[in-house]
């Protein structure tokens, strides 16, 4: 009994000791850090500009486990000022990075003979063009397709009687737009089972292959391949996928604020207890919230409940491809003199090119007050000073912050960007039509169910997938994942 018990120990510490070589493996969601660092002297009217650009990309009108897609990119305006992550399409399967976009449904790649796609990007990454003649799985979208015909309802797609091909054409509101043909191809996917085991499927999907670009889409500062729609209507991927019983209708992702960004990105719920839910609008072409007030420091300011309610005309949109935050006008005005006023008797206000802006020679989270968004369900989404305020150049000492949320003029449109939406999770469950989220650290640990009915969870270690993860969380996933063969390998031995 003793040489069993002995044998027992042994076997159980080489396989722990493997455990942590193998922890020197990467996975797959890793987080990588691939944007240039810049100058802070980028102003705030510049990305009010890009974010204005980006807001034309508003388009109107049996779980394999939990299939995560990496996360890159960063929220800070000041590097790049967005999310995007790198997907698998085609046989043999060619890597694209794409945008991740809340405010859209296409996912769309730059094709061969793609005229105005980029040829360089200046976050470092190396661009693709998607060639349909490559790919031994692909194929054309006819007219006749069932998913060519739902596309036309919801203006995602179109259809050439002369060609019978199934086409779409995205204009934006800057005048940039692009337009292609749609493909059907194999999606890559990465799935973690049992807490850390990894397993590569696939799905066919329907994209878009862009043939032309204009305008801003164009250039290579901040160029990716495409772009990933994760809105609600029946072309985005979320939906194809959950029609084919492969991925519940739900996504949820967790965007790290600082340290170089990345996160977390998963089909399926993150199960996380203190997360609060709101009900989606209906019947709206993007993920439009009821917000019903705004609180700073505790007091509900006075602020017309019209300001907020939904129209074909405004409304509260999340969208993770906006970079800042913007106030419709009215909201705006009482968001900024509520602040000032809390803070004006201990900080400088001035303005640096129409933005309010402070000088501060201490911490911002001991002078800046709490922010609070209040949602119908009584949902708030609690914002702390680095939720709402961006960092500019120090001037005499002080460090200047200017206000992220800006006004957007004779308009009753609120738009949620990365600004709010970074160090928090966020589900955005379909099934159910609504919207959870709860302040975080996405660099931790989450839980994602990938079963709504069984409540079916897996353990994803984000901190563990990053190269920049504790030791602590490494060893916690090695352990848990050894558990199960150490118990079998001292029944085998007893």
């Given at each position: 009994?003793a ?5 027992w120990?042994?076997?159980?510490a080489?396989l ?7 922890g020197?493996?990467?996975s ?9 660092l810049?100058s802070?002297?980028?102003e705030l ?5 890009r974010d204005r650009?980006?807001?034309?990309r508003?388009?109107q009108?049996?779980?394999v486990?939990v299939?995560d897609?990496?996360?890159?990119g960063?929220?800070d305006?000041f590097?790049?000022g ?6 698998q399409?085609?046989?043999p399967?060619?890597?694209f990075?794409v ?6 449904d296409?996912?769309?790649i730059g ?12 976050l470092k990454i190396?661009?693709n ?8 799985t ?7 397709d069932t998913?060519c015909?739902?596309?036309l309802?919801s ?9 019978n091909q199934?086409?779409?054409?995205f204009q934006?509101?800057d005048?940039s737009?692009t ?5 059907a191809?194999?999606l890559?996917?990465n799935?973690?089972?049992?807490g850390?085991m990894?397993?590569n499927?696939?799905a066919p999907i ?8 204009t305008g801003?889409l164009?250039k290579s500062?901040r160029?990716v391949?495409?772009i990933f729609?994760f809105?609600?209507?029946s072309?985005?991927v979320?939906s194809q996928?959950s029609?084919?019983g ?7 992702h967790?965007?790290k604020?600082?340290?170089g960004?990345g996160?977390?990105?998963v089909?399926g ?11 989606l609008?209906?019947?709206q072409?993007?993920y ?5 007030s705004?609180s700073v420091?505790?007091q509900?300011l006075?602020?017309?409940p019209s ?6 005309s ?6 993770s491809g906006?970079t ?6 009215e ?7 509520a602040i000032t006023?809390?803070v004006?008797?201990?900080v ?9 802006c402070?000088?501060?020679t ?9 922010v609070s968004l209040n949602?119908a ?8 000073p680095?939720?709402?305020l ?6 005499g000492g002080a460090a ?9 003029q004779g308009?009753?449109i609120t738009?949620?960007g ?8 966020f589900v955005?469950?379909?099934a ?5 989220w709860?302040?975080?650290?996405c660099s ?6 990938t079963n709504?009915?069984?409540a079916?969870?897996e353990?994803v270690?984000?901190?563990q997938?990053?190269?920049d993860?504790s ?5 916690r996933?090695?352990i848990?994942?050894?558990?199960p ?5 001292g029944l085998l031995?007893?």
């Amino acid at each position: 009994m003793a040489a069993t018990f002995t044998a027992w120990i042994m076997i159980a510490a080489f396989l722990f000791e493997s455990a942590l070589v193998m922890g020197g493996f990467p996975s797959t969601l890793q987080l990588e850090r691939r944007i240039p660092l810049a100058s802070h002297e980028l102003e705030l009217s510049q990305l009010r500009e890009r974010d204005r650009l980006r807001h034309g990309r508003l388009l109107q009108s049996s779980s394999v486990g939990v299939v995560d897609f990496p996360v890159l990119g960063t929220y800070d305006p000041f590097l790049v000022g967005l999310y995007y992550t790198k997907i698998q399409l085609g046989s043999p399967p060619r890597e694209f990075y794409v945008q991740i976009d809340t405010g859209s449904d296409v996912l769309w790649i730059g094709c061969n003979s793609c005229n105005g796609c980029p040829q360089t990007s200046g976050l470092k990454i190396e661009l693709n063009l998607f060639d349909p003649g490559s790919s031994t799985t692909a194929s054309l979208i006819p007219c006749s397709d069932t998913r060519c015909r739902a596309g036309l309802q919801s203006s995602d797609s179109g259809c050439s009687s002369q060609t019978n091909q199934c086409s779409y054409a995205f204009q934006y509101g800057d005048g940039s737009g692009t337009s292609g043909y749609y493909v059907a191809d194999l999606l890559h996917l990465n799935s973690i089972l049992e807490g850390s085991m990894t397993t590569n499927s696939t799905a066919p999907i329907m994209f878009g292959c862009s043939v032309s670009q204009t305008g801003d889409l164009t250039k290579s500062d901040r160029a990716v391949d495409g772009i990933f729609g994760f809105g609600q209507q029946s072309l985005s991927v979320i939906s194809q996928l959950s029609s084919q019983g492969i991925t519940p209708r739900m996504f949820s992702h967790c965007l790290k604020g600082n340290n170089g960004g990345g996160g977390v990105l998963v089909f399926g719920e993150i199960v996380e207890p203190n997360i609060v839910y709101t009900p989606l609008v209906r019947s709206q072409p993007h993920y439009n919230l009821d917000l019903r007030s705004i609180s700073v420091g505790g007091q509900v300011l006075s602020i017309n409940p019209s300001v907020f309610s939904t129209s074909s005309s405004q409304g509260t949109i999340v969208d993770s491809g906006t970079t800042l935050a913007y106030l419709a006008e009215e909201a705006y005005d009482a968001f900024m003199n509520a602040i000032t006023n809390t803070v004006s008797q201990t900080v400088r206000p001035i303005l640096n090119k129409g933005n309010q802006c402070y000088l501060i020679t201490s911490s911002v989270n001991e002078i800046f007050p709490q922010v609070s968004l209040n949602f119908a369900g009584g949902a708030s989404l609690i914002l702390n000073p680095q939720d709402y305020l961006v960092q500019q150049n120090s001037i005499g000492g002080a460090a200047a912050w200017c206000v992220g949320f800006q006004k957007i003029q004779g308009q009753g449109i609120t738009i949620l960007g990365d600004l709010v939406l970074k160090d928090k999770i966020f589900v955005y469950d379909l099934a159910n039509q609504r919207i959870g989220w709860t302040n975080y650290d996405c660099s931790m640990s989450v839980n994602v169910s990938t079963n709504v009915n069984t409540a079916r969870t897996e353990f994803v270690n984000a901190g563990q997938m990053s190269n920049d993860g504790s030791s602590q969380d490494q060893t916690r996933s090695m352990i848990a994942l050894l558990l199960p063969i150490i118990a079998i390998t001292g029944l085998l031995l007893m």
